[in-house]
């Protein structure tokens, strides 16, 4: 399978598992976890092409961002987070670093300083553990600039974090005073 193929199957992946599962006809159960037949079986339905079970566990064994999991005998499989739908993840509550980064593009950095990080259409705010993810996930947007969170003061205020299956640090609003540029 070519990067082109897998980048391909990967979008639609994320776009079926994460937001619109009903676009196929996919039923989720609540905690976002898809029957592995019923998605092979229902992406082959009306212009896209589909795929095989081989590519399939191609794909989530060779994402550099490990955005998908099987469960333990690869009859299920779910987005590890980024979702619009409302699923629970059962994610436990940890303790984050002193610091963690986000990554956006330089035309929201105004408006980020003044109202902070929400999670808009998603579950949470997705925070990387280093600022080469950052940089990466702000380079999708434009011009990216990076802001350092100061995630062990929030953390010590009250506020929840979580660490997703591909180590993604989640929280769910990032208030303007725990930011730096």
Known sequence: MTEQQKKKISKF???VLRHHPESIGLNLDENGWANVDE?????????YQGF??????????TNSKKRFAFNEDK???RASQGHSININ??????QPPEFLYHGTAQNNIYSILEKGIEKRSRQ?????????TATNVGMRHGKP???TISTEKMFEDGILFYLSE???WLTDFVDAKYISK
């Open 13 to 15: 992946l994320s776009y």
């Open 52 to 61: 095989t079970f081989e590519e399939l566990d191609e794909i989530v064994q």
């Open 145 to 147: 600039i990076i802001i």
């Open 89 to 94: 993840l059962a994610l436990i509550p940890q």
């Open 166 to 168: 591909n180590n993604v």
């Open 124 to 132: 949470h705010v997705h925070l990387s553990i280093d600022k080469e």
């Open 39 to 47: 998605l092979i079986t229902k992406s082959k339905r009306d212009s």
């Open 75 to 77: 009859t299920k499989i």
